[in-house]
């Protein structure tokens, strides 16, 4: 059975910083892409980060620089480092297993088939 929990998100101060965990069980991490997404209240689903099944890692263009994805094949985690958080950041984070190894079109929620429950991030002072 495919699973994905997310972890670590909480209120944090602007310029401060987070790490998410995405746990996932059923499957291998080497054998999928995994992507984060995030929604805020009244906004759609937006892609922010995206790991490759080869390790491959993109961002969306707003976040480069402040965003780090990465993975730990023996945990089966990816991870989502977020440094220099600011309000507009705030919404529920989200990890979702891709149908695809790898895709360039990874910000399109229809790519992937599991979901986490998401993690609320509140930057706020």
């Known amino acids: 059975q495919v699973q994905l929990v997310e972890s670590g998100g909480g209120l944090v101060q602007p310029g401060g910083s987070l790490r998410l965990s995405c746990a996932a069980s059923?499957?291998?991490?080497?054998?999928?892409?995994i992507g984060w997404f995030r929604q805020a209240p009244g906004k759609e689903r937006e892609g922010v980060s995206y790991?490759?099944?080869?390790?491959?890692?993109y961002y969306a263009d707003s976040l480069k620089g402040r965003f780090t994805i990465s993975r730990d094949n023996a945990k089966n985690t990816v991870y989502l480092q977020m440094n220099s958080l600011k309000p507009e950041d705030t919404a529920v984070y989200y990890c979702?297993?891709?149908?695809?190894?790898?895709?360039?079109?990874?910000?399109?929620?229809?790519?992937?088939?599991?979901w986490g429950q998401g993690t609320q991030v509140t930057v706020s002072s």
């Open positions: 979702a297993r891709s149908r695809y190894r790898s895709s360039r079109l990874w910000t399109l929620t229809g790519q992937y088939n599991y």
């Open positions: 059923g499957f291998t991490l080497d054998a999928y892409a």
């Open positions: 790991i490759s099944s080869n390790g491959n890692t």
